[in-house]
């Protein structure tokens, strides 16, 4: 049945590869030959003005850092909102609604709530100072914190961006046959067994889709560094940026955004490798 | 029926297309975005005009990708343009705008200062725009400051040595840095190093970049950055960590402290920038009104820049939003009291006797964004990071050399002047 | 969906134990929520104030009514209506089809479909601004809501194609088989079995593409001039202002999405697949 028809899927396909040849292909096309010429000839130049720069190597350490400590957080926390959902019955709707809202939230709005919390005069300083534990205004945001800065950045990615997580974790679950666990637990399975036995095979295609999407967006993060640390804490895309917007160097920010592009890529194919799913249910 | 709900859509979106598509002179500013300042001009600057004008506003990244994208198709939407010196002279560099000789001779024989009508030349032979604005840079500082003062300094005749030992003073006293400046990454921090630094300590920008002059300078400002709030790096608007009290002294654009003067004029001062061995640096802040090549209404935007750069107009302006005329204009006495303190701080700066005049950059083309960059990047490198002085100002010295020869760009004041390339000295 | 609900067999310490952690990520998401809102009401003196307090303290309304006041706020959320209508069609239209192939079928190229649509996430759109803007203004779609969905719908289309591969592979392969025996042809099977089953999850798919479009700031800041959508037109605003204006901003362009997400919360989680049976 799956080949009788080989042309099918061609034809399905074909609407999204025209639209996407079109309004992303083209583009992206002129924006890697702008990135490897310069003056209409190909060359090494933007790429060499790249690594050379200041911020080249802080940035790639930084997005890297950010992706690793984010990413693991977000799927730990979406597993366990989809684990402790599952056990809700009435309510459930309205706390998976509640948990959803960040992803209707602008990257400004983000930036400006965390920073609301956590600059020297916010809401962090406020809670300890009139606990006691501080005598006065604390830095968490300069650059000569580096290390709460991470951490600070971290938080509010993980606050940002962990409800796409949860939402592809918690349909995964919603998929998984209760009849199993409840098999496992006559055979006496304890709750750590079936999660890892039975849950966590079950959900891989969902968990994949959740890895690669979110990893992808992890190395894209921009806005919220931008609003929290300043220059204090460059990532890619944000040099990325101030290449094209603040240096007017079209060359060099196109150089950028095909490293991080070809980072993302390689990403992904890591992922598709190492998650590895049943192909009939590959996501 | 998701079909006939496309094809409806598509209708009605053509429809919103359609409707304003009568001709209307768009005027696109990356000035004066604020939602209250926007409202003034469209609501009160530009209400004097005959034909209707569509005041859109946007942030200059956007600004320049639309400019380049309109003028790599070759098709118009926008017939007037407002902004900075530094954002229309990349435009400039690729023959993007119509030359408005006749409106600056009108303008010169009405009394608008021929040095300030040459910069909207760009370092070229005709009249790339028309000076709309100007505003300048200053200190702010909350009165709870002036306690701290150290004995005899004159805040209008503040230095650079009573600048550092003002700030150790409120850093010992208060437990807190009490000075901050805009260095984040949207800040004007670059536009500090050369309009203020570098010609208060060496009295030039390009050509003693690496001298003796210059090494001493950072030396001191490293003493100053010492009672710096480390958060300098994160501020963008100096008004925000004014009003939040997290910063009592600061230096700003003055648009950018307006907030914090306007909302309590009792509660700060604003002063001169600080002067240096070689005298007090200052640079000032020029808007500008240009004309896009192929704008579809050219005559409509002549008009609308004879309107705003009236002497009534410019008053307006003023008044409303805080930048000063570049036309022979009398601010009235009646003024709000924070743009008043203002204009007094820019009146101070300006007929300081010891002032030194730093232009902004001209003839840099597309590459002012590379300039700026060296001045941060040596800031990184020597305050932030702690790198030996003398390494790091040959390093940029080299990078500012290649680009000044790349540009050809001819040295400006206070720089002696030049024939060929700005020579890094 | 509330087959996963079971009765409450555990001990009474495991349910405090759950309910806190609920309560705990509900507070984790809501209170910074509270804070944009207390910033955006607190006028002001409200947002400078040292140490702060977390209640409301002098309520005000203006930076609000201001916005509403603006000239043009009611053409932009039009605008932005408009795009994210463009957005939501175009990406189902086009998503939805891509989906079922990549959940039915095995074929050549099928990996290197899913990098190509993926790899429009990770491409920094911004940076391809430039050469989007000038095709549009040589064919014409500059300065046009279509045009602006048009990009949306680039961004939205990895999610549709992810997420509605997901729903069709919920949906019973032996539903769909069972009704071509009984005579109907494919178009027939998927439009009367398949289709009605997929639905809800189509929904969720149309929010993702809502959301994103609603959301979007710099294309749209950039391919527009007169047609703003009320995103493009309200950071551009606010980028400089006042910050209560920025936090009632912030709130304003919230709200939208977040009812928008409350009237499909029902179908939001049948995303990947109708449930368990």
């Known amino acids: 049945m799956q080949n009788d028809k080989s042309w099918i899927p061609y034809l399905l396909i074909a609407p999204s590869v025209i639209f996407l040849a079109l309004l992303f ?107 006691g534990l501080i005598e006065r205004q604390a830095n968490w945001l300069s650059y000569q914190t580096p290390v709460a800065l991470f951490f600070a950045i971290a938080i509010a990615e993980i606050w940002r961006g962990t409800a796409i997580v949860m939402v592809i974790i918690v349909a995964g679950l919603n998929q998984v046959p209760k009849e199993y666990r409840e098999a496992a637990e006559v055979f006496g399975a304890g709750r750590w067994t079936r999660f890892f036995r039975i849950t966590l095979p079950l959900i891989k295609p969902a968990l994949q889709s959740a890895l690669i999407l979110r990893t992808v967006l992890a190395f894209e993060v921009f806005a919220v560094v931008y609003a929290l640390g300043g220059s204090n804490m460059p990532v890619l895309v944000g040099e990325a940026y101030t290449w094209q917007n603040q240096n007017q160097n079209y060359g060099v920010a196109a150089a950028y955004a095909v490293l991080i592009m070809v980072i993302s890529l390689a990403a992904t194919l890591v992922y598709l490798k190492a998650v590895k799913v049943d192909p009939e249910r590959l996501p | 029926m998701k079909r006939s709900l496309l094809i409806g859509l598509l209708a009605a979106s053509g429809f919103f297309a359609g409707a304003a598509a009568q001709a209307e002179t768009i005027f696109l500013s990356t000035q004066l975005r604020p939602i209250e300042e926007a409202t003034a001009v469209r609501n009160v600057i530009l209400k004097g005009l005959a034909a209707p004008v569509e005041y859109v506003v946007e942030e200059p990244p956007q600004f320049a990708v639309r400019m380049e994208a309109e003028r790599q198709a070759g098709t118009h939407t926008i017939s007037l343009v ?62 709870q400051a002036l306690q701290y003062l150290p004995a005899g300094a004159d805040i209008n005749k503040l230095t650079y040595d009573q600048l550092i030992e003002w700030g150790q003073k409120m850093q010992s006293e208060t437990g807190q840095p009490r000075i901050g400046f805009p260095a984040g990454p949207k800040g004007l921090m670059a536009r500090y190093f050369q309009g203020y630094f570098y010609p208060s300590f060496t009295g030039g920008v390009v050509r003693p970049f690496k001298s003796a002059d210059a090494a001493k300078g950072w030396e001191s400002f490293k003493k100053l ?138 003839g840099l083309g597309d590459r002012g964004g590379e300039f700026n960059k060296v001045y941060m990047d040596t800031f990184q490198r020597i305050v932030l990071r702690g790198e030996p002085v003398t390494d790091v100002l040959n390093d940029q010295a080299a990078s500012l050399g290649k680009l000044m020869g790349d540009t050809g760009a001819a040295c400006w004041a206070p720089d002696a002047p030049s024939q060929a390339p700005c020579p890094v000295e | 969906m509330s087959t996963a609900a079971r009765p409450s067999s555990f001990g009474s310490a495991r349910a405090v134990l759950l309910w806190s952690g609920i309560a705990v990520l509900c507070a ?126 680039v961004l939205a289309l990895p999610f549709a194609a992810l997420v509605t591969q997901g729903i069709f592979l919920g949906v019973p392969r032996e539903l769909e088989e069972a009704a071509w025996v009984f005579g109907c042809s494919r178009p027939q099977a998927f439009f009367r079995i398949v289709a009605p089953l997929a639905l809800p999850g189509l929904a969720a798919t149309a929010v993702f593409a809502f959301v994103i479009s609603w959301n979007e700031v710099f294309a749209a800041s950039v391919l527009t001039v007169r047609h703003r959508t009320l995103t493009a037109y309200l950071l551009t605003v606010l980028a400089e202002s006042p910050l209560h204006y920025r936090f009632a901003g912030g709130l304003l362009l919230i709200l939208p999405s977040v009812i928008f997400i409350f009237a499909v919360r029902r179908y939001l989680f049948a995303i990947w697949g109708i449930s368990s049976k």
């Not at chain 1, 702008?34 to 209409?40: F, R």
């Open chain 1, 25 to 131: 292909l083209l583009p992206l096309v002129q924006t890697i030959w702008l990135a490897i010429s310069e003056g209409g000839v190909p060359s090494l130049a933007n790429l060499q003005t790249m690594a050379g720069d200041l911020n080249f190597r802080l940035a790639i350490r930084n997005t890297f850092l950010l992706t690793l400590a984010v990413v693991p957080i977000q799927i730990m926390i979406a597993l366990a909102m989809g684990s402790m959902v599952a056990k809700v019955g009435a309510g459930r709707e309205t706390i998976l609604w509640i948990w959803t809202i960040p992803l209707g939230i602008s990257d400004l709005a983000a930036g400006l709530v965390w920073l609301s919390i956590l600059q020297n005069s916010g809401y962090l300083n406020s809670l300890l100072f009139s606990a």
């Open chain 2, 225 to 362: 950055w010492a009672v710096v709030n480390p958060n300098s790096t994160n501020y963008n608007f100096m008004q925000e960590p004014l009003l939040a009290d997290e910063v009592w002294v600061a230096w700003d654009h003055i648009a950018r402290l307006k907030e914090a003067v306007a909302s309590q004029p009792d509660q700060y001062v604003i002063f001169p920038a600080p002067a240096g061995p070689k005298g007090r640096g200052y640079m000032p802040v020029v808007a500008g009104l240009a004309i896009p090549q192929g704008a579809p209404d050219e005559a409509g935007a002549k008009g609308v820049i004879e309107h705003l750069v009236k002497p009534e107009t410019q008053i307006l302006t003023a008044q409303n939003v805080g930048f000063f005329p570049t036309v022979d204009a009398k601010l009235p006495s009646d003024i709000e009291p924070g743009i008043a303190m203002l204009a007094a701080g820019v009146q101070a700066t300006q007929q300081a006797p010891d002032a030194v005049i730093s232009l902004l950059p001209v």
């Open chain 3, 28 to 153: 984790w998401v809501l209170v910074p929520i509270y804070l944009v809102a207390l910033g955006a009401f607190g006028g002001r003196t409200g947002v400078y104030q040292w140490p702060k307090t977390i209640f409301p303290a002098g309520i005000s309304f203006e930076p609000f009514l201001l916005f509403l006041k603006t000239e043009g706020v009611a053409g932009a959320f039009m605008n932005s209506l408009g795009a994210a209508a463009v957005t939501v069609i175009l990406s189902v239209l086009i998503g939805a089809p891509a989906g079922y192939a990549l959940a039915r079928y095995n074929f050549r190229g099928k990996d290197g479909y899913r990098l190509l649509v993926l790899l429009t996430r990770a491409f920094p759109l911004a940076i391809l601004a430039l050469p989007l803007t000038v095709s549009f203004i040589r064919i014409g779609l500059y300065d046009t809501v279509i045009g602006v969905g048009l990009v949306h719908t």
């Open chain 2, 82 to 143: 407002g902004a900075l010196h530094g954002e229309l002279s990349p435009i400039a560099a690729k023959n993007g705008f119509v030359p408005l000789d006749d409106l600056a001779k009108q303008l010169a024989d009405n009394g608008m200062p021929k040095g300030l009508l040459d910069l909207g030349k760009l370092g070229k032979d005709t009249q790339q725009y028309i000076p709309w604005m100007q505003a300048t840079y200053v200190m702010a500082a909350n009165k």
